[in-house]
């Protein structure tokens, strides 16, 4: 009996909720706020930008830019339902999910803060919401600075659920080539949040009702078919939801209605470290940071999407 309370106080110890609570929180919107993605100013982290979908058909549907201090600096109006946001360096990628296409953006320091490149089509051939993108991460192929878009779908097939894209712009011409089809899905729920990790060369994404999925992200890698890793099956009371790696760690949503919850891995080895307890309802997406960006943010942030009152809020990161 004594070793028994010994194993179940450690574990109730590790697994111990750690509460966490919003610096900042963005006004609220009429439209229905979705999914963040944190851009790193590289020359002034602290004038860094959060940009966030407004899951809405156009007119409505849009891409709200915002400062650290969570105030709104500009709006891309008129996308057909922006689902998804990813950033890699200074392109901005969003998922278009009515007109079934992505579109590509320039980061700026200074307005206009996001220009169209342009758009391309994804998931051709595709019938009913198995042609309509949600999720999408890009990941950028260490050895060539080859830029890809990883895009998920509203449903999809047990396998090949996602399909890769490689981008080439040429001046202000984009072109998005379909390099691969990939992905195990479990077949209830659905498969939104996708997130790579370029330093280890990984892709995981989150099929909601099972666990999170670990690919080589490269669609040239041996055995890039192959699943590597699936981790997170169990400890969710609800959806697993957004993902966000950074640092040391990799963090995944349980989407709870009363706050959101964070399980919180290790990412050499996607063992579970902690679980954070926000004040967030039915948190979709995040993202998140430990770059220090600023005297506020001293070990980066994390940004996650608030259904109750349509916005998002800003964690300072913990240590």
């Known amino acids: 009996m004594r070793i028994l309370l010994i194993i179940l106080t450690v574990f109730l ?11 900042i929180e963005t006004a609220s919107d009429t439209g229905d706020t979705d999914d963040p993605a944190i851009w790193v100013n590289p020359r002034d982290r602290a004038q860094s930008l959060i940009i966030g979908t407004i899951k809405e058909p ?8 915002y400062s650290l201090a969570g105030t709104l600096l500009e709006r891309v109006d008129n996308i057909d339902r922006p689902n998804n946001v990813d950033i890699q360096g200074d392109i901005c990628v969003v998922t278009e999910r009515l007109k ?12 206009p803060h996001l220009k169209l ?25 260490p050895k060539d600075r080859a830029l890809f878009a990883i895009v998920s779908r509203k449903t999809g097939p047990e396998n090949g659920y996602l399909w890769q894209y490689r981008l080439r712009f040429n001046g202000n011409t984009l072109e998005a080539a379909n390099v691969r089809k990939f992905g195990a899905f479990s077949g209830t729920g659905e498969i939104e949040a996708v997130a790579a990790d370029d330093s280890a060369g990984l892709v ?3 099929d909601e009702d099972c666990c999170i999925h670990v690919y080589k992200a490269d669609p ?17 009371r609800s959806n697993r939801e957004g993902i966000a790696i950074t640092g040391n760690r990799v963090i995944v949503t349980d989407q709870l209605p009363d706050g959101s919850e964070y399980h919180i891995y290790n990412r050499a080895d996607r063992r579970e470290l902690e679980v954070w307890k926000g004040t967030a309802a039915s948190t979709d997406g995040i993202d998140a940071t430990a770059v220090r960006l600023s005297p506020e943010f001293p070990n980066g942030l994390l940004v996650v999407m608030n259904s109750a009152r349509h916005n ?6 913990p240590r």
């Open 13 to 23: 110890s590790t697994f111990s909720l750690k509460e966490i609570r919003p610096a």
């Open 58 to 65: 156009a007119p409505n549907g849009a891409l709200a830019v």
């Open 100 to 111: 079934r296409q992505i579109r590509v953006y320039r980061i700026s320091a200074v307005k």
């Open 117 to 141: 490149v342009g758009t391309a089509p994804v998931f051709h051939g595709e019938e009913g919401e198995r042609g309509a993108p949600m999720g999408i991460a890009l990941y950028e192929r």
């Open 204 to 206: 995981y994404y989150s």
């Open 220 to 236: 040239d890698a041996a055995d890039a078919g192959r699943e590597v890793a699936r981790f997170a099956e169990s400890g969710f």
């Open 312 to 317: 998002f809020q800003i964690y300072s990161l």
